[in-house]
């Protein structure tokens, strides 16, 4: 990969570049900077073939040198005092890098302010920034452009962190640790990745050098430190992010005596006689719990049912506005299996379905299994259906791209949790026939004796060929990879072993198993991630709020699997043929037209398979 750093010299100051590419190539990447040094003061001059520092950039994009990135230095102080231009500059400065370099990614590296000239602005140097970030959003979001926050990274340090010493005895250069500071950025932001597991700490001392990686960290994967605060601020405003309200009027003697006592009592009895009114007579038709444990929260972990709450809270929202299921947080403080069964049995009368969530891996297979077999609702557990419903759909189109059929593609699976195990069994059904799993200690075959029951499930079905390796092993001259495993697990040499056009789902969150661009480089056909940074997001809110609708209105009694491809059918057909392409395989998740046709062809296929209650 190659990067162009356009800046002056304070971008250049203790060879910040170098110690970028360092850290780069510690962390496993193949990164070249170069660099043009101009003495400008705003990018409306860098943007200006005619001026005399246009010039340098100009003949340094007409170079034969392909950059990936361009990463383009505006000073805080600047860009706080010329921002009228700033607009401008950016659109022209496109339009000559696209003229020129057809692959750059242009970057807006926004730089610090100085504690003279914030004051003289009547501003702290926090107050300039968040103000300057907010402009260089707006431009960002104008253009599609990245924002580089370095800035933002050295306002967090003088805030809280005044041990640590950002400038260099002039006052204005960067010291080392303004340098470093600024590379870490510049990488987290270029690979996406995280800068923390860098082991490259230069001429710092370890302590002050983790300082920074975790500053740096929080700065790329939150645009600014701030969202982090600002999401718990919401958080503690909002009181909770759903709430339940009266269907109809209870401020009259003749309107209360109908919705409760005395005249609740006819529909009371009405379902003493017959249980299933209860579905007629009560909202519980259209109620849905999101429950979990707890023990598998995003990707937090074990953090415990209450800490888990905000999220299940989240995903209720989702179902009301996506699907206009009435869905509740179910946060159950065990984690054994039977008596998290045994609670789910003892509340079902009270629901329509039941949507399992974040529950850790192989539990919550023995869970699904014995809710569905003792209860005549829908359950569902979206980690391991959502995902593969959404996976499916998202390789119909892929596979429809790249001319290929699902019988004839070797597909390989990273992770054999909840998601891989269910992703694999979909699959199948579809028609798939060479499938071959891995877990973190690699290839899974029948009659390996570590393999837990859900493994040694799956390895019954899969792997028929009785290949035995790593995951580098299974890759080679493999059609399909699909991750829902670990960073950085996947390297372009083992994207380069695989066959002509090969699809890559690499769906590990925060960070992917292989950055798209690496997969790019290294000849991957179509890649989808789970991350909205990056087109093709496999993304399972496309599925449980359409799914539960279809299911709830046929009065289905379960999920099936006819369900489950009907639902991935519907998600896939929302792209035309004349819309699909290499970046644009499936729906966004807040198309509705998608969510009402996965709610039909999902009601369809449970009154055609007759999973309806009676």
């Not at 008596?339 to 009270?350: D, M, P, Q, V």
Request: hydrophobic content about 40%; overall charge negative; aromatic content about 8%.
């Amino acid at each position: 990969m190659n990067a162009l750093f356009i800046g002056n010299s304070f971008t250049f100051y203790n060879d910040m570049p170098k110690i970028a590419e360092n850290i780069a190539k510690n962390l496993g990447y193949d990164l070249t900077c170069d660099s043009v040094t101009v003495g400008g003061y705003t990018l409306e001059q860098y943007a200006d073939p005619t001026d005399e520092y246009g010039k340098k950039v100009d003949e340094k994009l007409k170079s034969s040198t392909k950059y990936n990135y361009i990463i383009l230095q505006e000073y805080s102080t600047r860009s706080y005092t010329h921002f009228d231009s700033f607009d401008k500059a950016v659109s022209t400065l496109k339009t000559n890098i696209n003229e020129y370099q057809n692959t750059a990614e242009i970057s807006l590296y926004e730089t610090w302010g100085f504690e003279e000239e914030a004051s003289a602005n009547k501003r702290t140097i926090p107050q300039m920034e968040e103000e300057i970030c907010s402009k260089y959003d707006s431009v960002a979001n104008k253009y599609n452009l990245s924002v580089h926050y370095v800035g933002k990274a050295f306002s967090e340090v003088y805030e809280n962190h005044p041990e640590i010493n950002l400038y260099a005895e002039d006052k204005k250069h960067p010291s080392y640790e303004g340098s470093y500071l600024s590379a870490l950025v510049h990488i987290g932001t270029m690979f996406n990745c995280d800068v923390r597991s860098t082991s490259f700490n230069g001429e710092l001392d370890e302590n002050v050098a983790n300082t920074l990686k975790e500053v740096a960290f929080n700065v790329v994967f939150y645009g600014k430190v701030e969202l982090k605060k600002e999401a718990l601020k919401k958080h503690y405003e909002w009181k909770g992010k759903i709430e339940i309200k009266p269907r109809v009027d209870v401020f009259s003697k003749e309107s209360l005596s109908m919705a409760y006592t005395p005249g609740v009592a006819e529909a009371c009895m009405k379902i003493h006689e017959n249980k299933d009114e209860s579905f007629n007579l009560t909202r519980r038709w259209n109620v849905v719990p999101v429950i979990t444990d707890g023990t598998a929260v995003l990707g937090l972990g074990d953090i415990g049912p209450e800490a888990g709450m905000p999220v299940m809270e989240g995903k209720c929202a989702l179902f009301k506005a996506y699907g206009d299921v009435d869905a509740i947080p179910l946060c159950i403080r065990s984690k054994d299996s039977e008596e998290i069964i045994k609670t789910i049995e003892l509340l079902a009368g009270s629901f329509g379905g039941i949507n399992l969530e974040d529950i850790a891996a192989p539990r919550c297979f023995e869970i699904e299994k014995r809710l569905k077999e003792d209860l005549d609702i829908p359950v569902f557990h979206d980690d391991q259906h959502g995902t593969a419903i959404v996976t499916l759909a998202a390789l119909i189109n892929a596979l429809k791209l790249a001319k290929k059929d699902i019988a004839d593609v070797k597909i390989v699976i990273n992770g054999a949790g909840a998601a891989g195990v269910a992703i694999a069994k979909l699959l199948l059904s579809y028609g798939a026939k060479h499938i071959i799993c891995c877990d973190s200690k690699g290839i899974i075959k029948k009659g390996d004796p570590r393999l837990n029951e859900s493994k040694k499930e799956l390895a019954e079905v899969t792997n028929l060929e009785l290949l035995e390796g790593k995951l580098e092993d299974a890759m080679k001259n493999s059609d399909v990879f699909i991750g829902v495993s670990v960073a950085h697990c996947v390297t372009k040499d083992m994207v380069r072993s695989m066959n002509k056009d090969p699809i890559l789902f690499t769906c590990a969150n925060p960070i992917p198993e292989i950055l798209p661009e690496e997969s790019y480089e290294a000849g991957a056909f179509i890649v989808g991630t789970g991350s909205s940074e990056y087109p093709n997001q496999i993304n399972n809110v496309l599925v449980f709020p359409g799914l539960f609708r279809g299911a709830i209105d046929a009065k289905a009694n379960t999920v099936n699997l006819e369900m489950m491809k009907a639902a991935a059918l519907a998600i896939a057909s929302c792209v035309k043929d004349d819309e699909l392409n290499r970046n644009y395989i499936l729906p966004f998740a807040w198309d509705k037209v998608a969510h009402l046709k996965v709610a039909d062809e999902v009601k369809k296929a449970a009154i055609r398979t007759g999973a309806i209650r009676k």
